[in-house]
């Protein structure tokens, strides 16, 4: 069975970093396109951000609310992939899911990780 | 983007009873449309893809139709387990997009 568990989420102050991780058992995991989404409390799903398997150059991409502040990145032998936010401002607090991608379908999502933006 | 537009934002059916969740997009996905199921706390979970493939493990229940920018979602015979928020997604075009949600309710 295929399995990915978030950690990392947390309180932090606007203007901070944070990094999560999404770890993955079950399936091979450099095989498949990775991506993070966003649920603000009580609102909808949002994408945030993709990277390709490195057989396809492990290329990124990135929702603009996010663009030129969160990183995304992926270590194929450990079988993580990572998010990482810097200048976090309030409107980021949202719980944070990683999914399996198959193109630009989620298939499989992890618990989610709670992040919260707040002084 | 593609926008999509759920309808009815909320749903309240009675078990036993069938419920209809209609997703619209802005322009044409084809047939790149994805159901979810939500429940409070929970991960979404992917029942449909393809606009009418049922995922691994899902019942026979549901069923989705539609193809371009019209799709439906049909739960048949409501158990209690389907009371939950229910979104769509394209995945024709990047980015991704997904719907408001429909929350269905108890009636």
């Known amino acids: 069975e295929v399995q990915l568990v978030e950690s990392g989420g947390g309180l932090v102050q606007p203007g901070r970093s944070l990094r999560l991780s999404c770890t993955t058992s079950?399936?091979?995991?450099?095989?498949?396109?990775m991506s993070w989404f966003r649920q603000a409390p009580g609102k909808g799903l949002e994408w945030v951000s993709f990277i390709r398997s490195e057989a396809f150059g492990g290329t990124t991409e990135y929702a603009a609310s996010v663009k030129g502040r969160f990183t995304i990145s992926r270590d194929d032998s450990n079988t993580i992939a990572y998010l990482q936010m810097n200048s976090l401002r309030i409107e980021d607090t949202a719980v944070y899911y990683c999914?399996?991608?198959?193109?630009?379908?989620?298939?499989?999502w992890g618990q989610g990780t709670m992040v919260t933006v707040s002084s | 983007e593609i926008v999509m537009t759920q309808s009815p934002a909320t749903l309240s059916v009675s078990p036993g009873e069938r419920a209809t969740l209609s997703c619209r997009a802005s322009q044409s996905v084809s047939g790149n449309l994805a159901w979810y199921q939500q429940k409070p706390g929970q991960a979404p979970r992917l029942l449909i893809y393809?606009?009418?493939t049922r995922a691994t493990g899902i019942p026979a229940r549901f069923t989705g139709s539609g193809s371009e920018t019209e799709f439906t979602l049909t739960i048949s015979s409501l158990q209690s387990e389907d009371f939950a928020v229910y979104y769509c997604?394209?995945?024709?075009?990047?980015?991704?997009?997904f719907g408001q949600g429909t929350n269905l309710d108890i009636k």
């Open positions: 997604q394209q995945y024709n075009n990047w980015p991704c997009s």
């Open positions: 393809g606009a009418s």
């Open positions: 079950g399936s091979t995991f450099g095989d498949y396109a």
């Open positions: 999914a399996r991608m198959l193109g630009w379908l989620p298939d499989i």
